[in-house]
């Protein structure tokens, strides 16, 4: 009797173990924390009969489930903290985990290698040109902005490889290429006239001086302990180029915690453990600008990569009477595509356009900007973006064979043919006004 309660008890146990999963993914009832990092969302596919013989049905809802089971960011957590305590290793093939845990994001640690310049360019001399084309290029869209008052200064942003090299892995260092993008990008900027900031000297200076580090251990962006300085280069670089006093930043208080803003830490959520790391005591202060009323506020656009994006949430942004932040050149800070906008009225009625970036994006020249500046003029004042969809749609009813695939991936997605063609007409557009 006590053999078959046993039994049954080791049953009920084995259920609940095999259907909870189920239950969980159902029901969520019980509240993980997300996942960190980026996933590509997936394409929705409706079940009929061509999605079922062809398969795509299938493989979606295959990915659909691995995406979506029940406890999936539980075990992903206990499988990667088991990887990192034991092995000092991550999952996370874009994290490299240098010496005294510092971590690095690959992207980084492939241009310090030499990998991103021979993956784009093969040599040297083939970048050098590339290079040369670019600064002619900037020196020109910088000319035709200056004829509506609008003065263009490019900022070289730091990484973290280029001012802690100590602490990436071993063969790393032995494998580094003394080439760097932005130390020529520097040169052909100082011989080309344009404004520009090179952060990477001054941080390596102040690396000497700081008693604490520019890069947090698991962050990739300068620390925000460097904001205030960031900050204060720049309005006195905008100050110099316009001709008009800046107001400086004043830092109100040091303080030193325990407890990281989110830049600061970014990495360390991408590793996805079960546990959080340890956090060294760092500064990160508090500041605004001192008497910013009494200065003149300049409008401005920023063009940049993420290395804006802990500048943007600070009083930095009082100096302005307004500022936009054109991320990758892609979208606003409010998601806002960039051919929708009235970007010639936004160019040519800014003071000044920021474009930063470090040594990753500078193999991508300015995002595509100059393409967008001269996209923009020639376009001119009042240019309405539903009017130019419309003539995209016009452009592919007159051309047959753009039309029937339109039609055809209208039939195979299940939406209607004017659905369709919208869609085709604003991927166009947006193809084109990038």
Known sequence: ?????????????????????????????????????????????????KTFRDQS???????????????RNLYIRSYNQFVYSLFHQTTNHNIVIGKHDELFLRQYTDVFTGK??????????????????????????????????????VVLAPSKPLIYPEYLPDDMQQEHNPFSIQEEYAELYAQAGIEHINFVPLFRQMKK????????????HWAY??????????????????????PHTVCLDSNISVRYRSGDKELEKQL?????????????PKFT???????????????????????????????????????????????????????????????????????????????GFIKTVDRALDDGPDFDAENAIETYVKRIKSSTNWYNNVKKQAQERGMSLEES??????WAFEKDHK
């Not at 493989?59 to 659909?64: G, L, P, R, V």
């Not at 996805?272 to 990160?284: K, M, S, V, Y």
Request: glycine share 4%; charged share 25%; net charge positive.
């Open 421 to 426: 063609l919208r869609e085709n007409a604003r």
């Open 272 to 284: 996805n453990l079960l546990f959080p790391l340890r956090h060294a005591r760092i500064p990160t």
């Open 116 to 153: 991103t310049l021979h993956d784009r360019y093969g040599t040297v001399d083939s970048a050098r040109a590339d290079m040369q084309r670019n600064v002619m290029e900037t020196r020109r869209i910088a000319d035709s902005l200056k004829k509506y008052g609008t003065d263009l200064i």
């Open 209 to 220: 001086k700081e008693p604490y580090p520019l890069y947090t251990k698991y962050g990739t």
């Open 289 to 367: 600008l001192q008497d910013e009323s009494k200065y003149h506020k300049p409008k401005i656009l920023v063009v940049g990569d993420s290395y804006f994006s802990q500048l943007n949430n600070t009083d930095f942004t009082k100096a302005f009477h307004s500022l936009g932040y054109w991320k990758y050149n892609e979208t606003t800070s409010d998601g806002v595509k960039i051919p929708y906008l009235k970007r010639y009225e936004i160019l040519t009625e800014s003071d000044v356009i920021l474009v930063i970036f470090t040594d990753m994006h500078a193999y991508d020249y300015f995002f």
């Open 57 to 71: 049905w299938q493989n979606y809802e295959q990915k659909f489930l691995q995406r979506n089971f029940g406890f």
């Open 225 to 246: 302990s460097t904001m205030p300085f960031v900050a204060d280069t720049i309005l006195q670089k905008i100050a110099s180029v316009k001709g008009y006093a800046m």
């Open 1 to 49: 009797m006590k053999k078959n309660l046993y039994h049954t008890v080791l049953f009920a146990i084995f259920m609940v173990v095999l259907c909870l999963p189920v239950f969980q993914q159902v029901s969520h009832v019980f509240k993980f924390k997300e996942l960190g990092g980026f996933t590509a969302p997936l394409e929705p596919v409706k079940l009929s009969w």
